[in-house]
């Protein structure tokens, strides 16, 4: 087990885990952002989508066990 996410608020905290990297999926469109460094255990959630056809607001989820 490398560990486990803690969501709260538009961040996440990642605990125990030796990965530097998140990628996130739009639930609207399917887009897939580009990996998003850690920084000291914390990853900052986009709030809008990436791709420019989209851009929906708070759509973003993690994807789990992509880097």
């Known amino acids: ?3 486990f996410i ?3 608020d538009y961040s996440m905290q990642l605990h125990n885990t030796r ?3 998140a990628v ?3 639930l609207v469109c399917g887009y897939y952002s580009d990996p998003i460094a850690v920084d000291r255990g914390m990853i900052n959630e986009p709030t809008i989508c990436g791709k420019p056809e989209c851009v929906s607001k ?3 989820t993690i994807v789990h066990n992509r880097c």
């Open 1 to 3: 087990k490398d560990g």
């Open 6 to 8: 803690e969501e709260n």
């Open 19 to 21: 990965d530097q990297k």
């Open 24 to 26: 996130f999926r739009c």
């Open 58 to 60: 708070n759509s973003m």
